[in-house]
């Protein structure tokens, strides 16, 4: 059974830094995409950002202020989040993503979610 750990959320003040952090484990195949949504309240999840062996993909709200990356013999994923503003709150939600085969679809996994408020 696939399960996502997440770790690292909190409260920051504006302009401070977290780091996230996402274990997986269950899968013997390992996980083709890991990365990072959002949900902030009364608002849509949204990606925030992915790596896709190596390649990376940002929300154009986080570049520059966000790091994913991903140690694959961990099968961790981190997100190094600075420069945080007000507007970043929200519950932060680990993915990983089995890519769809001949053979099967798309399979998605989630963690539980962790929040993150940046407030002064």
């Known amino acids: 059974q696939v399960q996502l750990v997440e770790s690292g959320g909190g409260l920051v003040q504006p302009g401070g830094s977290l780091r996230l952090s996402c274990a997986a484990s269950?899968?013997?195949?390992?996980?083709?995409?890991m990365g990072w949504y959002r949900q902030a309240p009364g608002k849509q999840r949204e990606l925030v950002a992915t790596?896709?062996?190596?390649?990376?993909n940002y929300a154009d709200s986080v570049k520059g202020r966000f790091t994913i990356s991903r140690d694959n013999a961990k099968n961790t994923v981190y997100l190094q989040m600075n420069s945080l503003k007000p507007e970043d709150t929200a519950v932060f939600y680990c993915?990983?993503?089995?890519?769809?085969?001949?053979?099967?679809?798309?399979?998605?996994?989630w963690g539980q979610g962790t929040q993150v408020t940046v407030s002064s």
């Open positions: 993915n990983a993503r089995i890519f769809k085969t001949r053979f099967s679809p798309q399979r998605d996994y």
């Open positions: 269950g899968s013997n195949s390992g996980f083709n995409s």
């Open positions: 790596i896709t062996t190596g390649v990376t």
